[in-house]
């Protein structure tokens, strides 16, 4: 099957701890995308990457990090200077910038 | 920086009637999209306008975007319990490489 995969579904951390939340897609998009949910809110762009080893900030970016050493990986990194990382986390990928963009079923993070 | 409002936040029916969400830019866009998230779901591309004043069907869903390339909605007619979830509509400006979403509006539809 084609499609983005984001794992885990469910993600817990303890404050002060950093975690990697994981998006793989094999449609073989140029341009990958990281979004923050809060309940009541939209979607809000975190980092984004339009080709291999490049990306860009988004208007969240604190606190956060990315890589993008593989065209079908992006993985993002919460680290402990985000203050509220309490959210679902939305992957997306599209051909290119200027085109639709498909998302991963998401990952729900907990800091307890 | 570019912001994208939409209204109602909230909208709550009964199956068979129709139902409108609106979206405003304050700037002008040279696109926008609409996407559709079901209740734990994630965001599903539903349609894309470019052109002004241009009008798009699908099914029972009728898209609109603006002359001045501003605003656009989103019309459902006689909703079905399968409709419930939030419509977000995107925009994206003149020389910008990303979208800006709005908060989107939740619709719930009773039997």
């Known amino acids: 099957d084609g499609g983005i995969t984001q794992s885990p579904k469910y993600l817990f951390r303890k404050e002060g701890q950093n975690v990697t939340l994981s998006c793989e897609q094999n449609?073989?998009?140029?341009?990958m995308y990281w979004y923050r949910q809060d309940p009541g809110q939209g979607l809000r762009l975190i980092y984004y990457?339009?080709?291999?080893?490049?990306?860009q900030k988004g208007d969240i970016a604190e606190g956060y990090s990315v890589s993008r050493e593989k065209k079908e990986s992006f993985p993002l990194t919460v680290t402990s200077a985000q203050k509220n990382p309490t959210a679902f986390y939305l992957c997306?990928?599209?051909?290119?910038?200027?085109?639709?963009?498909?998302f991963g079923p998401g990952t729900r993070l907990l800091v307890l | 920086g570019q912001q994208v409002m939409q209204i109602p936040q909230y909208q709550h029916v009964q199956e068979g009637e129709d139902f409108t969400t609106y979206c405003n830019s304050s700037t002008t866009l040279s696109n926008i999209q609409w996407y559709k998230q079901r209740p734990g779901g994630h965001p599903v591309f539903l349609i894309q306008?470019?052109?002004?004043?241009e009008v798009k069907k699908q099914k029972r869903l009728t898209f609109q975007f603006g002359e001045a390339k501003k605003n656009s909605s989103l019309h459902i007619t006689a909703t079905q319990t399968t409709d419930v979830g939030t419509y977000f509509c995107a925009g994206r400006g003149s020389g910008y490489s990303t979208l800006t979403f709005g908060k989107g509006t939740m619709l719930l539809v009773s039997p």
């Open positions: 306008l470019v052109k002004s004043g």
């Open positions: 449609l073989n998009h140029d341009a």
């Open positions: 997306a990928s599209s051909p290119d910038r200027e085109e639709t963009q498909y």
């Open positions: 990457s339009q080709i291999v080893n490049d990306f």
